[in-house]
C-alpha cells in the first residue's frame, strides 16, 4: 500500500503538463490563424489602397494631351499639342498645383495658378477638381473656380466661366458630368449640377441644373432638347442647336394666321393666302408695304 501511496503523486504532474501542451498548443493555433488573417486583412487593406491611389501626374497628362487629337481636327501631332496649345498647358500647370493643394500647401499653389493665367489667359483655382481627358479648346478667357468639379472627357471653349454666385464659404461653383460640351462663352453660376453627355450653348447663362443628355440654350439657360445619339461619344454639332425664340415666333405667326382665317369666314368674306408663309425678305403685306413707303417718304 505504501509503495502504490508514493506512486499516486506521480501520475498527477504528468497530467498537469499533458493538458499544459494541450492548452499552448491551442494557443499557439489562435495566433498562427490570427497572423494569418491579420496579414490577410493587411494585404487586402494594401491592394484596396493601391486600388484607391489616384493616377499620378504624368498619366493624366499623357491622356490630357491624346484626347486633344481625338477631338480637334486642327491638330496634327503630339509635338504641336504639347507646346503650342495653351489649354494643355494650362490643365498641366493647374495639376502641378492641385497636387500641392491637397498637400495643405496654399500660396505656391495660388502662385502657379497666377503664372499660368499670365502665361495661357486660362485662370483654374487649385481648389478645383478636374476629372481625366480634360479639354479646353483655344483656352483664352477660361474661369474655373474653386469649388467647381468637372467630371472625365468633359470639353470647354474658350469664354467659359464656371462661376459661383455667393461670398461664403463651402461650395458654390458648379458641377459637371462626364462628356459635357460646354460652348464658347457659356457661364454656369453656382452650386448646380449638369448631368452627363449634357451641351450648353455658346453665350448661355445656366444658373439651374441640367439633366443628363439634355441641351441648353439662352439667357437664363433652358432644356430645348433631350438626349441626342451620337456616333463618336461626344456631340460636336453646334449648328444643330434648337433655337426656342425663332420656334416662338414660328408659333405666333401660324396662330395669327389662324385667326386671320377664322376672322374673315366670321364676316363672310373668302380667307385669303398671307404671304407671309413664304416671305424671306422685305414683307409683301399690301398694309406694310404702304406703312413703309409712308416712312421712306418722311425720311
Not at 58 to 75: G, Q, S
Not at 125 to 134: E, L
Not at 164 to 179: A, S
Not at 260 to 271: M, N
Request: glycine letters at 10%; one cysteine or more.
Amino acid at each position: 500500500m505504501k509503495r502504490a501511496s508514493l506512486r499516486q503523486p506521480e501520475a498527477a504532474p504528468a497530467r498537469s503538463s499533458a493538458a499544459d501542451a494541450a492548452r499552448a498548443a491551442t494557443a499557439h493555433g489562435a495566433a498562427a490563424a490570427a497572423g494569418t488573417a491579420s496579414s490577410a486583412s493587411g494585404g487586402t487593406a494594401n491592394s484596396a489602397t493601391c486600388a484607391a491611389r489616384p493616377p499620378s501626374w504624368w498619366a493624366l497628362l499623357r491622356e490630357d494631351v491624346r484626347c486633344v487629337l481625338a477631338r480637334d481636327p486642327a491638330a496634327r501631332s503630339l509635338l504641336e499639342v504639347w507646346t503650342i496649345y495653351p489649354g494643355v498647358q494650362a490643365v498641366a500647370l493647374y495639376r502641378i498645383a492641385h497636387a500641392l493643394w491637397r498637400r495643405g500647401w496654399r500660396y505656391l499653389p495660388r502662385w502657379i495658378s497666377f503664372a499660368a493665367r499670365g502665361l495661357t489667359q486660362v485662370d483654374i483655382h487649385p481648389g478645383a477638381r478636374i476629372g481625366a481627358r480634360f479639354f479646353i479648346d483655344h483656352g483664352a478667357g477660361v474661369v474655373i473656380g474653386e469649388t467647381a468639379e468637372v467630371g472625365d472627357d468633359v470639353t470647354l471653349y474658350h469664354g467659359v466661366t464656371l462661376g459661383g454666385t455667393t461670398w461664403n464659404t463651402g461650395k458654390r461653383h458648379p458641377t459637371l458630368g462626364n462628356q459635357v460640351v460646354v460652348g464658347a462663352g457659356a457661364k454656369i453660376l453656382g452650386p448646380i449640377q449638369i448631368g452627363d453627355g449634357a451641351r450648353v450653348a455658346a453665350n448661355s447663362v445656366v444658373i439651374e441644373a441640367v439633366p443628363a443628355g439634355a441641351t441648353v440654350v439662352g439667357i437664363p439657360g433652358r432644356v430645348v432638347s433631350p438626349r441626342r445619339r451620337t456616333t463618336h461619344g461626344f456631340d460636336l454639332d453646334h449648328h444643330l442647336i434648337p433655337d426656342p425664340v425663332g420656334k416662338a415666333i414660328a408659333c405666333l405667326l401660324d396662330r395669327v394666321a389662324l385667326l386671320e382665317r377664322q376672322l374673315a369666314q366670321t364676316q363672310g368674306q373668302a380667307p385669303t393666302d398671307s404671304a407671309c408663309g413664304h416671305c424671306d425678305d422685305a414683307c409683301a403685306e399690301p398694309a406694310f408695304a404702304q406703312q413703309a413707303l409712308s416712312l421712306s417718304a418722311m425720311e
